[in-house]
């Protein structure tokens, strides 16, 4: 991918030799010193642990200012997309850079509808997890069993992208519901090309023969919310992962799967399901916010006040805005009165002022607020993070099919600073004590 190179360069005098950096800008003034020939020139590395400062790639696809608060998808604020948009329309947007028109719409949805079904010898595989295994490891695992069902048409992956895509988009969905049905022990619910994404989705987790399911079109409107709110988020714990799995040149399905792997940790997309069970420990213990706040400050106690803080924003994340908003407007209109969801707002009210909290920037962010939304409109709290997958898939795809087509790209291989033994002579088993 191509990019701004600045007139600016950065000196890095070392022991005397001095070395020049490029600057390179993004679109958005952002700046960065390219250090890539650093080793070669000078034979330095640089240490980054976590990558709090580190840039992987170029890309064009979102834009986030985390002092600002501020997050577009190719270019369009969050706002917008998500009060105008459908989730499939967002999908398509991240994936080919524009919003579509009304017959791209069309085209882009035939595809989903196409490929909706799993095929049946797939739904075998739900039979042989125990019932009480993890929603985000069968995900896992079926996604990554696609390629064995679906296999790529061609050696070069970028020809069947937009087969590849819409396949996995249609199908994680499938997918997802079907491990809720097989978990209850219901009736599997096949999908209904008549029904919207979203429609489609929540049909196929909550109609049952005894009792049909209403698919309500204010339910429908916030699940697609939540979801073009998860579509992506740049360079996160999930989607660098995909890109790195990515790199070894493994197929989309396999790089798709370690990314849900990733998403499925408590520091990162797990962190929805987190926040609901603390809520819930919260309230059985009397409502004793001091308590678990300070263990939140306690350095030498593990807990952390999950749905606080977050690596880039340093103010309130635009997004939780947004479903704080939603969640109070969707439990309004289904009559719900979610004793967690006050517990929250008291919660958010007291970190706010915290100095602690203050003095670290750690507000609420995407997680804080959806778990409340999942429940309302039924979904368990295990599935949570599987719900988060289905709305970072895009973003996903997109993330992987922009490292494809990059001729920058390389495979992925971090450095380090190795710590262990110097050389040392080996000892024969029998003369070890
Ligand atoms: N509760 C209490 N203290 C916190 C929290 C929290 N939720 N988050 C950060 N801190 C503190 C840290 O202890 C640290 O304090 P110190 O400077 O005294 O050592 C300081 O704030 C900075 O935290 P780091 O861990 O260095 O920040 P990092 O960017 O590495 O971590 C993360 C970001 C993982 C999101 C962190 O804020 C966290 O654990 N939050 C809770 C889990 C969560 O909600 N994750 C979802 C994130 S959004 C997403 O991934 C979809």
Known sequence: MSYKLTDQTAQLSINGSIYTLPIIEGTMGDRAIDISNLLQESGYITLDSGYKNTGSCTSTITYLDGNKGILRYRGYEIEELADNCSFVEVAYLLLHDGLPNVSELESFKGLIERFALIHEDMIHFFDHFPSHASPMS???????????????????????????????????????????????????VYPRNDLSY??????????????????????????????????????????????????????????????????????????????????????????????????????????????????????????????????????????????????????????????????????PNVDFYSGIIYRAIGIPTNMFTVMFALGRLPGWISQWKEMHGDPATRIGRPRQVYLGEKPRDFIPLEERE
């Open 138 to 188: 069968i995900l896992s695992v079926m996604v990554n069993s696609l390629v064995n069902y679906y296999p790529e048409l061609s050696d070069d992956p970028m020809d069947d992208i937009d087969i590849t895509s819409t396949r996995l988009l249609s199908k994680i969905r499938t997918i997802a519901a079907f491990s809720y049905k097989k978990s209850m022990g219901h009736p599997l």
């Open 198 to 363: 979203c429609g489609n989705f929540l049909n196929m987790m909550f109609d049952k023969p005894v009792k049909p399911y209403v698919v309500r079109p204010e339910v429908v409107a916030t699940l697609n919310k939540l979801l073009i709110l998860h579509a992506d988020h740049e360079q996160n714990c999930s989607t660098s992962t995909v890109r790195l799995v990515g790199s070894a040149g493994v197929n989309l399905y396999a790089a798709i799967s370690a990314g849900i792997t990733a998403l499925w940790g408590p520091l990162h997309g797990g962190a929805n399901e987190a926040v609901v069970d603390m809520l819930e420990t919260i309230y059985a213990d009397d409502c004793n916010f001091e308590k678990y706040i300070s263990k939140a400050k306690d350095r030498n106690d593990p807990f952390r006040l999950s749905g606080f803080g977050h690596r880039v924003y340093k103010t309130y994340d635009p997004r939780g805005k947004i479903i704080k908003k939603a969640c109070d407007e969707i439990l309004n209109v289904l009559e719900v009165s979610d004793p967690l969801l006050d517990l929250a707002y008291q919660l958010e009210e007291i970190v706010l002022k915290d100095e602690y909290f203050v003095e670290r920037n750690l507000y």
